[in-house]
């Protein structure tokens, strides 16, 4: 049994925290992890935020640091770290191959509590790193992971288009390969491209073929001639940097393709569900702190004679935000275990459908309690500062944990195919036995 830890008060953290409840996921070096990023956030991040949203941009000292003291191979690799990667400094000297979902899920969760928006600015590293760890080359692996892991380089993912969003297949940045054969030639236009302003590489989905998904590929594009970046102005995560990129005929060596043509739809795809659990872990947290602090202030705010916690409607209000959060813990610890004991292949094929679901009830709950949250507040709900301030703050950042990593109703659609697809599977190897 562990000391307990962190804020005592009901549902402002996971139920593992108090020390006293069991749980089969969690191991010595998982509170390991959780006491070092707590500190270091509380060290690092505590009263810088705001200045850093100013400002856009995660300053480059601190983005260096983050790479001193571990954190970039992590937020790179997901829920395995390869052996490879054992080089560099791994958060709270947790070995590489010691590291789970249940680490990455625990770093997630206690960086978005010390500083919400600081996780818009690894974005790019989230999802731009795992297709060059999955799909590349040795040879381009070696050439370009070294900078991304030691900070030195950023990376983003380059999908979105003015013109498709959710319908990743109909993308039309075309990569024409030239008569030699060394280069590529890229034209089009990105979108919404989180951390693409300060990005030194694009992992980006081209078109090399033709129609559908059959005719993409994924190319690594470094910041060439050619290639005009412009921030688009957007209503929270200003750390994130998002970015309208334009590609007037880069010229690409063809070495830098990522993997095999005509693959790109698939590596989109696999890709999306490390990212939509990450959404998750995020939405969580964030219900955790409104709720957190729902919790306090109606224990202390006296109206009609008597504080908020004594009337019934209150209960009922945090009764209902609790069970949301927890039922969301639950489930997000499920798909974390799964995951951990599949191969990226087979997670993709089984789990694909389920994150999706798991990601649109995540962005309900956080949305839910970011709001039942700010009623309970009244005025100070609404204001940027005071005891209001981080309910006002996940309140208005709710779209971008629902928005990302595929439209609500696009990902309802997607989970239910895939399990009548997999039932259809099923069913029909069971019949053949």
Not at 15 to 44: A, C, M, Q
Not at 68 to 81: E, H, M, S, Y
Not at 240 to 268: M, N, S
């Given at each position: 049994m562990s000391k307990a830890f962190g804020n005592l008060s009901p549902w402002a953290e996971p139920v593992w925290y108090n020390g006293e409840r069991p749980s089969p996921y969690y191991k010595e070096s998982h509170i390991k992890l959780r006491n070092f990023v707590r500190k270091w956030t509380e060290d690092n991040v505590a009263g810088k935020e705001s200045a850093w949203q100013e400002a856009g941009k995660l300053p480059d000292?601190?983005?260096q640091k983050c790479a001193r003291d571990g954190f970039l191979v992590p937020i790179a690799a997901g829920n395995k770290i390869p052996k490879e990667w054992a080089q560099y400094p791994i958060a709270a000297g947790i070995k590489a191959e010691e590291w789970d979902g249940f680490?990455?899920?625990?770093?997630?969760?206690?960086?978005?509590?010390?500083?919400?928006?600081?996780?818009?600015?690894?974005?790019?590293?989230?999802?731009?790193?795992?297709?060059?760890?999955?799909?590349?080359?040795?040879e381009l692996q070696a050439e370009i992971?070294?900078?991304?892991?030691?900070?030195?380089?950023?990376?983003?993912?380059?999908?979105?288009?003015?013109?498709?969003?959710?319908?990743?297949?109909?993308?039309?940045?075309?990569?024409?390969?030239?008569?030699?054969?060394?280069?590529?030639?890229?034209?089009?236009?990105k979108k919404w491209i989180t951390n693409g302003m300060f990005s030194?590489?694009?992992?980006?989905?081209?078109?090399?073929?033709?129609?559908?998904?059959?005719?993409?590929?994924?190319?690594?594009?470094?910041?060439?001639e050619g290639i005009t970046t412009r921030k688009i102005e957007i209503g929270a995560g200003g750390m994130g940097a998002t970015t309208y990129i334009t590609f007037d005929d880069v010229k690409v060596p063809a070495r830098y393709l990522v993997g095999k043509e005509g693959h790109g739809?698939?590596?989109?795809m696999s890709n999306f569900n490390h990212e939509r659990l990450w959404i998750a872990f995020q939405a969580l947290r964030g219900a955790r702190i409104c709720l957190e602090d729902a919790v306090a202030w109606v224990q202390k705010r006296e109206a009609f004679g008597k504080t908020l916690i004594e009337q019934p409607v209150v209960r009922h209000k945090l009764g209902h935000m609790a069970r949301q959060v927890d039922?969301?813990?639950?489930?997000?610890?499920?798909?974390?275990?799964?995951?951990?004991?599949?191969?990226?292949?087979?997670?993709?094929?089984?789990?694909?459908?389920?994150?999706?679901?798991?990601?649109?009830?995540?962005?309900?709950?956080?949305?839910?309690?970011?709001?039942?949250?700010?009623?309970?507040?009244?005025?100070?709900?609404?204001?940027?500062?005071?005891?209001?301030?981080?309910?006002?703050?996940?309140?208005r950042s709710v779209p971008t944990l629902i928005v990302p990593g595929g439209s609500e109703d696009v990902l309802l659609d997607l989970g239910v195919r895939e399990a009548l697809k997999l039932s259809h599977i099923a069913k029909k190897q069971a019949s053949k036995l």
């Amino acid at each position: 049994m562990s000391k307990a830890f962190g804020n005592l008060s009901p549902w402002a953290e996971p139920v593992w925290y108090n020390g006293e409840r069991p749980s089969p996921y969690y191991k010595e070096s998982h509170i390991k992890l959780r006491n070092f990023v707590r500190k270091w956030t509380e060290d690092n991040v505590a009263g810088k935020e705001s200045a850093w949203q100013e400002a856009g941009k995660l300053p480059d000292d601190v983005y260096q640091k983050c790479a001193r003291d571990g954190f970039l191979v992590p937020i790179a690799a997901g829920n395995k770290i390869p052996k490879e990667w054992a080089q560099y400094p791994i958060a709270a000297g947790i070995k590489a191959e010691e590291w789970d979902g249940f680490h990455d899920f625990i770093i997630w969760d206690e960086l978005y509590r010390g500083a919400p928006s600081i996780s818009s600015a690894f974005v790019g590293l989230v999802v731009g790193a795992p297709p060059l760890k999955q799909y590349a080359s040795p040879e381009l692996q070696a050439e370009i992971l070294p900078a991304i892991l030691t900070g030195r380089k950023r990376i983003c993912l380059a999908i979105t288009e003015p013109d498709a969003g959710s319908d990743v297949r109909n993308i039309t940045t075309t990569a024409v390969l030239t008569k030699d054969k060394k280069h590529y030639i890229v034209n089009g236009e990105k979108k919404w491209i989180t951390n693409g302003m300060f990005s030194d590489f694009f992992m980006t989905a081209v078109r090399t073929g033709g129609e559908g998904a059959e005719g993409m590929s994924m190319l690594l594009i470094p910041r060439l001639e050619g290639i005009t970046t412009r921030k688009i102005e957007i209503g929270a995560g200003g750390m994130g940097a998002t970015t309208y990129i334009t590609f007037d005929d880069v010229k690409v060596p063809a070495r830098y393709l990522v993997g095999k043509e005509g693959h790109g739809f698939k590596y989109t795809m696999s890709n999306f569900n490390h990212e939509r659990l990450w959404i998750a872990f995020q939405a969580l947290r964030g219900a955790r702190i409104c709720l957190e602090d729902a919790v306090a202030w109606v224990q202390k705010r006296e109206a009609f004679g008597k504080t908020l916690i004594e009337q019934p409607v209150v209960r009922h209000k945090l009764g209902h935000m609790a069970r949301q959060v927890d039922g969301l813990q639950a489930w997000i610890e499920s798909v974390v275990y799964e995951l951990d004991h599949l191969s990226h292949a087979k997670g993709s094929q089984l789990l694909g459908g389920v994150t999706g679901l798991l990601k649109v009830q995540a962005g309900i709950v956080a949305k839910y309690v970011a709001d039942e949250s700010q009623k309970l507040m009244g005025g100070l709900g609404l204001t940027k500062t005071g005891q209001g301030a981080r309910i006002e703050a996940i309140y208005r950042s709710v779209p971008t944990l629902i928005v990302p990593g595929g439209s609500e109703d696009v990902l309802l659609d997607l989970g239910v195919r895939e399990a009548l697809k997999l039932s259809h599977i099923a069913k029909k190897q069971a019949s053949k036995l």
